[in-house]
């Protein structure tokens, strides 16, 4: 037992004359399996398909004064400077990447048209996928090796209905639920795939990442996603500015019309009494007078909060500031040489790792067994 431990305690040290002559003894298997995952590299390097990829760069100028401005510098940093100095109707960058991966933001990108090479004229994700885009080789391969058991699967459990909701009356108002196909369902994870937002919590700026299979379209698909994201953006700041000015609106158009319904009664009295000296001509004119004098000062208060409504509202509205803009990409982005370059080092590793193995398996079975 005391020899076998002196023996592994003086094999430790790695021996790489030794590492070397059983490299160069089973060059063979080494060669081979290197050969082979060329071939291999070779087939996925040119059956790949080319991918583009576009990035922009924004900074959120959120606060509308000193303190809320530095509240979202603060909690984009990462500090909390207390729900006193916050506004209520901040939402922190933080929370923007959850904007961009929620369903009906991707539901929107899905139904976007945009400019595809086999289409001739500009149509949506979802249609190109349905009417154009073609599987790619691998893709077929991989979906009848690997993936063959959930074909089977699939082809025995047979297609499951798609989940309908009952059609809304006029008068319901209470919200009702996303019901997506399995179509889109597929698309909306692929867009999430394809679609992705970074927050910088140091510098404070955003980084919008949008890959496609073509540069127009992608390129496309990322300026739709940055417009988009600033009018989710803008919804969700300035949604109490504007129930505030809808209602201050519909309150002025009531007053508006009233007013204009008293002057329009009051005139037709005066036109009736210029020949006429009755009291009860008199006590009506003064009637009408009283309630025009009364809806013309509300109507002239109410106009004076509409403005004030409409200027909290563009108070409110943030403004994302382009750094780098949106750019229509020229060379893909993934690489058919650096496939190839990494298909061929795995093999090289793999065929080395064997043929060391083979050498060492008994010792280490050896050391296990003692």
Known sequence: MEDKHIQYEEEEGIDIVALVKNLWKGRK???ICTVVFIALGLVAALTMKRTYTVSTVMVPQLGSSRASSLSS???????DLGASNMSTSELSPLVYPQIVNSVTFRKELMYTPLHFEKADTAVSIYTYMKEYAKPGVMSVVLKYTVGLPGVILNAIRGEKPEPTLPSATSAEETPRPIVLTLEEQQIIKFIGQSVNLGVDKKEGYLT???????????????????QLLQDEITRFRTEKAQNQLNYVQARYDEIKAEAESYQTALAAVTDRSQNMTTTRSRIERDRLQ???NVASSIYSEMAKQLEQAKMQVKRDTPVLAIIQPV??????????????????????ILGCGIVLGKDYLPKVKEMFAA
């Not at 510098?73 to 500090?79: C, H, I, K, P, T």
């Not at 020229?330 to 298909?343: E, G, H």
Request: hydrophobic residues 45%; without cysteine.
């Open 208 to 226: 919008l990442t949008v890959t496609g299979s073509e540069p127009l379209e992608t390129a496309e698909l990322a300026m739709k996603a940055q």
């Open 29 to 31: 298997t080494v060669i």
């Open 327 to 348: 750019t229509v990409p020229r060379q893909p982005s993934n690489s058919r040489a650096k496939t190839l370059l990494v298909w061929t080092f795995f093999g090289f």
């Open 73 to 79: 510098l603060a909690s984009l940093a990462g500090f």
């Open 290 to 292: 009283s309630k025009y």
